[in-house]
T-cell receptor
Framework: EAGVAQSPRYKIIEKRQSVAFWCNPI?????LYWYQQILGQGPKLLIQ????????DSQLPKDRFSAERLKGVDSTLKIQPAKLEDSAVYLC???????????FGQGTRLTVV | SQQGEEDPQALSIQEGENATMNCSYK?????LQWYRQNSGRGLVHLIL?????REKHSGRLRVTLDTSKKSSSLLITASRAADTASYFC??????????FGAGTRLFVKA
């Protein structure tokens, strides 16, 4: 079974630039999550999709972050404009249902300089 | 806000010893999940225990759940250097939202 695919693996941008991350979940998984993990901390949920609808985006900084899940499969997370404090690993995960085990991608390490 | 909190924050043991870490949570849950994160790797699911279960085993892992105390423990027996990682509990409240605590950093010395 193919895992959760994320790209790119690494990204370095200057502050105020924009960046986009892509995620392809495991086939058949209805739930897709985006997490932000700052060094030394646990993953923080940014947004959760159920199929192509948003279940929870309460911790998504909507003035600069946006996410979509096209046709209930792939998803993109965008940051525009980026700030220094956005430097983190962005993890995508998927699960069959909302509270079952989640499968994680390798993440995208973003450095904002 | 974090639903689960792991304890201790860090743990250092010798290879072959047992490691125990705890997780406390605040609201009712459907299940509790433990994950491991090695440096350079993503999060990997270890074990899920449902709210009506009290204990579960998987290889060298033993998880207990006490819903009356809103707490869980993860025991790793006969630890190996490869067990060096951060361990997180995730405590989805009823329905949705897999939310993680800050983690326990385990270091196993060879």
């Amino acid at each position: 079974e193919a895992g959760v695919a994320q790209s790119p693996r690494y990204k370095i941008i200057e502050k105020r630039q924009s960046v986009a991350f892509w995620c392809n979940p495991i086939s058949g998984h209805a739930t897709l999550y985006w997490y932000q993990q700052i060094l030394g901390q646990g993953p923080k949920l940014l947004i959760q999709f159920q199929n192509n609808g948003v279940v929870d985006d309460s911790q998504l900084p909507k003035d600069r972050f946006s996410a979509e899940r096209l046709k209930g499969v792939d998803s993109t997370l965008k940051i525009q404009p980026a700030k220094l404090e956005d430097s983190a690993v962005y993890l995508c995960a998927s699960s069959f249902e909302g509270d079952t085990e989640a499968f994680f991608g390798q993440g995208t390490r973003l450095t904002v300089v | 806000s974090q639903q689960g909190e792991e304890d201790p924050q860090a743990l250092s043991i010798q290879e072959g010893e047992n490691a125990t870490m705890n997780c406390s949570y605040k609201t009712s849950i459907n299940n509790l999940q433990w994950y491991r994160q090695n440096s350079g790797r993503g999060l990997v699911h270890l074990i899920l225990i449902r709210s009506n279960e009290r204990e579960k085993h998987s290889g060298r892992l033993r998880v207990t759940l006490d819903t009356s105390k809103k707490s869980s423990s993860l025991l790793i027996t006969a630890s190996r250097a490869a067990d060096t990682a951060s361990y997180f509990c995730a405590t989805p409240p009823r329905g949705f939202k897999t939310i993680f605590g800050a983690g326990t950093r385990l270091f196993v010395k060879a």
